[in-house]
């Protein structure tokens, strides 16, 4: 573990984030867990000892991007719950929700979540499509997150439901973003959503490229 930890500590200094020993010990346990249930699901790919840091890293990227460190947040399409668990763990007073329609991979982050003593963190097994009218959910965030689980168009579409006025909708993407984005310019023409902010980066673990692109809901 203490390469792993060596490797979560340089990269995250290299994208100008200091993690204190209680963020590393916990990524640690989230790591353990995720080796450890990797092996009866298939909950990320792993072909290489750097894809667990890789995608810890990826997801701490967003850090920045977050102005209201009391906002209550929604990713869509968690999966083993990135970017929304590491986002927790380096923001503590966050308040997340994960969405997962998988009902195996929110049992993995309801376990996750108890081994780590997360609080104000929370997962919900759906679509996220059935959730969209329901009393709690639409309307109801102030960030919305999704680690390339959909093409741009499609949420974009799907996001908004779920922004308060004002909110923020990230959009993690990979070398395909542009294309994404020019196939959603009709899309946003549609919607009360406006592109504020395109955020480059290449990650320190492999120097692959990523993009985080967010847009602002206006007054509906």
């Not at 890789?54 to 869509?76: A, P, Q, W």
């Not at 997962?123 to 680690?147: C, M, P, Q, W």
């Amino acid at each position: 573990m203490e390469e792993f930890k060596n490797i979560i500590s340089r990269a995250s200094g290299d994208i100008g984030i200091t993690l204190t020993n209680r963020e590393i010990d916990l990524l640690v346990e989230y790591y353990k867990e995720l080796l450890l249930w990797n092996k009866k699901m298939s909950l990320v790919s792993i072909k290489s000892p750097l894809d667990i840091p890789k995608h810890f890293i990826d997801s701490l990227t967003v850090t920045k991007l977050i102005k209201n460190e009391d906002s209550k947040l929604l990713d869509i399409g968690t999966g083993a719950g990135l970017p929304g668990i590491p986002l927790k763990i380096k923001i503590e007073s966050l308040c997340v929700t994960l969405l997962d329609s998988s009902r195996k991979k929110t049992s993995f982050l309801k376990s996750v979540i108890r081994k780590l003593g997360l609080r104000d963190i929370s997962v919900v097994n759906s679509r996220a499509e059935l959730l969209t009218h329901k009393e709690g959910y639409r309307g109801s965030f102030d960030i919305v997150i999704s680690r390339a689980a959909f093409k741009i168009p499609y949420f974009l579409t799907l996001g908004e439901q779920f922004l308060s006025d004002g909110g923020t909708l990230i959009a993690m993407k990979g070398k395909n973003a542009d294309d994404e984005l020019e196939q959603a310019a009709d899309t946003i023409r549609k919607t009360n959503l406006e592109l504020t902010c395109v955020h480059e980066i290449k990650l320190p673990v492999t120097g692959e490229s990523r993009k985080m692109l967010c847009f602002h809901k206006n007054l509906s």
